[in-house]
């Protein structure tokens, strides 16, 4: 199994690009999370995604957006990139409120 | 709301010290509480876990014990390996409604041969 997997590994964007970050799992988990991880902050929550066809946001959900594709997928949009979104992205799943596998993480930087 | 304190790091210990790594936290009702390591370059793998008042949670030699009356879950472990090294995160997740987790800001553990 690969568990929660994550694309890219590493991105540089210029400020006001937008990208996608994807995130897979093949655990057949209902609940996926994006976090984001700050030096000294540890991680804080993006959006979640309780089941299929539903979203919610987290602590820090400004300038994101997030789809839930299907049961696998939880993708996470930055639309117009700023300095302040540099930061490593880790997506997470779990069945309910069960353990939560985290991804490899995805290391974005905005200049 | 929920938050979660953690020591300021970086510890930095010989192989075969004791290891205190101090979490302390506030919310309200009966949170469950997590230690979660994060090696480098990797995701945070689930190192041990409580879900209620003087569980104590164990793995790999790593000890937490969840005491109610001082709100911590301090991670302890016996004797260390330079194969600890890593960051460690004490976490919580509040007894009803939201799944998501509320992480403390991480503590790097560095063992020396």
């Known amino acids: 199994n690969a568990g929660v997997t994550q694309t890219p590994k590493f991105q540089v964007l210029k400020t006001g690009q937008s990208m996608t970050l994807q995130c897979a799992q093949d655990m057949n988990h209902n609940s996926m999370y994006w976090y984001r991880q700050d030096p000294g902050m540890g991680l804080r929550l993006i959006y979640y995604?309780?089941?299929?066809?539903?979203?919610d946001k987290g602590e820090v959900p400004n300038g994101y957006n997030v789809s839930r594709l299907n049961k696998r997928e939880f993708s996470l949009r930055l639309e117009s990139a700023a300095p302040s979104q540099t930061s490593v992205y880790f997506c997470?799943?779990?069945?309910?409120?069960?353990?939560?596998?985290f991804g490899p993480g995805t290391r974005l930087t905005v200049l | 709301g929920n938050s979660v304190t953690q020591m300021e790091g970086p510890v930095t210990l010989s192989e075969e010290a004791f290891l205190t790594i101090n979490c302390t936290y506030t919310a309200t009702g009966y949170p469950s509480l997590f230690w979660y390591v994060q090696y480098p370059g990797e995701g945070l793998q689930l190192l041990l876990k409580a879900t209620k008042a003087d569980d104590k949670g164990s793995n790999k030699g790593f000890e937490a014990t969840y005491r109610k009356e001082t709100t911590s879950f301090h991670l302890e472990k016996g004797s260390v390996q330079v194969s600890d090294s890593a960051v460690y995160f004490c976490?919580?997740?509040?007894?009803?409604?939201?799944?998501?987790?509320?992480f403390g800001s991480g503590t790097r553990l560095q063992v020396q041969p």
């Open positions: 976490a919580l997740r509040g007894p009803r409604g939201r799944r998501a987790l509320t």
């Open positions: 995604s309780a089941s299929e066809g539903t979203t």
């Open positions: 997470a799943s779990s069945v309910g409120r069960n353990e939560q596998f």
